[in-house]
């Protein structure tokens, strides 16, 4: 069994930076893509940012040149450093990992409990 355990959420001001974590527990073998995801009230799940193993990383427009995401393979863990974060950057922030895992090999998709990021103006 694989569990995504995310911290680093909380309340801050417009202007101001947050960093998640993701740390990743199980018998893993290989993370392939890691990803951050957010959804706010009322509105559908987005992707922020991903990153493959290889550390190549894709951004959602609306958060390029703000936000950086990175992962440690050593440590099987990911990260989201937010900066100039605005209002409408509020939602809950889910970290998504493509992995594999012992013994088989097996394919599987996890996802972390959420953390909830809420910018005041």
């Known amino acids: 069994q694989v569990q995504l355990v995310e911290s680093g959420g909380g309340l801050v001001q417009a202007g101001g930076s947050l960093r998640l974590s993701c740390a990743a527990h199980?018998?893993?073998?290989?993370?392939?893509?890691m990803n951050w995801y957010r959804q706010a009230p009322g509105k559908q799940r987005e992707l922020v940012a991903g990153?493959?193993?290889?550390?190549?990383?894709n951004y959602l427009d609306s958060v390029e040149g703000r936000f950086t995401i990175s992962r440690d393979n050593a440590k099987d863990a990911g990260y989201l450093q937010m900066n100039s974060l605005k209002p409408e950057d509020s939602a809950v922030y889910y970290c998504?990992?493509?992995?594999?895992?012992?013994?088989?090999?097996?394919?599987?998709?996890?996802w972390g409990q959420g953390t909830l990021v809420t910018v005041s103006s």
């Open positions: 998504n990992a493509l992995m594999q895992t012992f013994p088989a090999w097996s394919d599987v998709d996890a």
């Open positions: 199980g018998r893993i073998a290989r993370i392939n893509a």
């Open positions: 990153i493959t193993s290889s550390g190549s990383a």
